[in-house]
């Protein structure tokens, strides 16, 4: 089951730049920005609501978020739903022919994570996040 937007991420050139805008115009927040080497980005976080925006800075030109800028420019990056059980649902999934990039969930810093194929969902990255108990 999935319960509510987890969080909405944009590739981004530089979060300088971008946060000169999300930051400094919209008036978002930033809770914090962190260094992720293994996916090979910088994140800022900046929540709003129940949910939050997460710039993705590429950290080098090889890594993927590097390569989604030069195949398809700046912008929306991934959505990402908060699921109760992220193992079920991409079994779920998979169970009624949907393309995913995962089989199994991977570990992220800060919850279980899968990903469906942008072909199953018409073009949008889509993760399904599982948050770690505190
Ligand atoms: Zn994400």
Known sequence: MLR?????AI??????E????FRDRLG??????????????RV???PIGDTEIE????????SPVAKFIEKKGPGLHHVAFD??????ELERLAGQGVSTLDARPRKGAVADVGFVH??????VLVELSQRKKP
Do not use: N
């Open 4 to 8: 509510k937007i987890d969080h909405i």
């Open 11 to 16: 590739a981004v050139k530089s979060l300088d």
């Open 18 to 21: 971008s946060l000169t805008f």
């Open 28 to 41: 978002l927040s930033v809770e914090k920005i962190v260094e992720v080497p293994s996916e090979g980005v």
């Open 44 to 46: 800022a976080f900046l």
């Open 55 to 62: 710039l993705l800075e590429p950290l080098a030109p090889d």
């Open 83 to 88: 699921v109760a059980d992220v193992a079920g």
């Open 118 to 123: 942008p072909r199953a969902s018409g073009g």
